[in-house]
């Protein structure tokens, strides 16, 4: 691996590479490092995925790994509002063709099937991992500027996704036009995420630089919702080159 820089801003640690692919192995390298020691100290381990093509080579490399994936519960982190889990577009599907339906999980959680009662399963399970991405506008999981809420009572909800977040989906070849984006879906909130014991956040391309950037200098608000990594007692954020670009 390549390492172009790493720093830390308050408890976020910032791993630059030169490319996506190399942060891609080395999130994987350390996000089944993490299940494999928490798996000496308890029978199964929660996480949550994000789905988005920013993902795509650290889930390629994870899938590869000979982890014990029946002690490993998956949930999936947001959908749009009126796509089953089986829709080309929804991120049910893309987290089945990327990893869901690749290993074999003790259990698989779709929002899709369960819509706001979702929540019923963050409150018993607690989250151990979640893999994480960060948007364009900063979001977090869909918790886009307006909407985010660093203290939601809700551990689920229904949002509308702002115009920066349903152009970002255009940008990543996911749909064709900015009409095509639904204007909302279910998210987990962000104290769902923040209470998650480790977050592993890839970030890469040079779409995501100023967001990166924001990231790393903002003061910790939810205008920037992905500041609030900061404040997490164990959060990587991995840049390649051209997303880490503004902070290198």
Not at 63 to 84: S, T
Request: proline share 4%; net charge negative; with cysteine.
């Amino acid at each position: 691996m390549s390492t172009i820089k790493t720093l830390k801003k308050d408890k976020l640690k910032v791993i630059i590479c030169e490319t996506r692919d190399e942060i891609g192995t080395a999130a994987a390298d350390d996000i089944a490092a993490c299940i494999e020691k928490l798996l000496k100290e308890k029978e199964t381990v929660n996480m949550i995925f994000a789905a988005a093509p920013s993902q795509n080579e650290m889930l390629m490399n994870l899938a590869k790994k000979k982890l014990p994936w029946g002690r490993i519960n998956a949930f999936h982190m947001d959908e749009y509002v009126g796509l089953d889990k089986n829709h080309p577009q929804s991120f049910g599907k893309y987290l089945y063709d990327h990893i869901f339906g690749l290993v074999d999980f003790a259990s698989v959680k779709y929002i899709s099937d369960y819509g706001e009662k979702y929540g019923e399963f963050l409150e018993k399970n607690h989250i151990d991992i979640i893999c994480l991405g960060i948007g364009e506008n900063g979001h977090i999981a869909f918790n886009d500027p307006g909407v985010a809420d660093f203290n939601d009572p809700k551990l689920i909800k229904e949002v509308k996704l702002d115009d920066v977040c349903r152009m970002q989906q255009v940008h990543d070849g996911c749909f064709k036009t900015f009409d095509d984006v639904p204007e909302s879906a279910f998210t987990i909130t962000v104290p769902a995420m923040f209470a998650a014991s480790h977050l592993f956040c890839v970030v890469p391309a040079s779409t995501k630089a100023e967001a990166v950037f924001r990231t790393v200098n903002d003061g910790i608000n939810e205008n920037c919702p992905a500041t609030i990594m900061r404040n997490h007692g164990s959060a990587v954020m991995y840049c390649d080159k051209d997303s880490g670009i503004k902070i290198i």
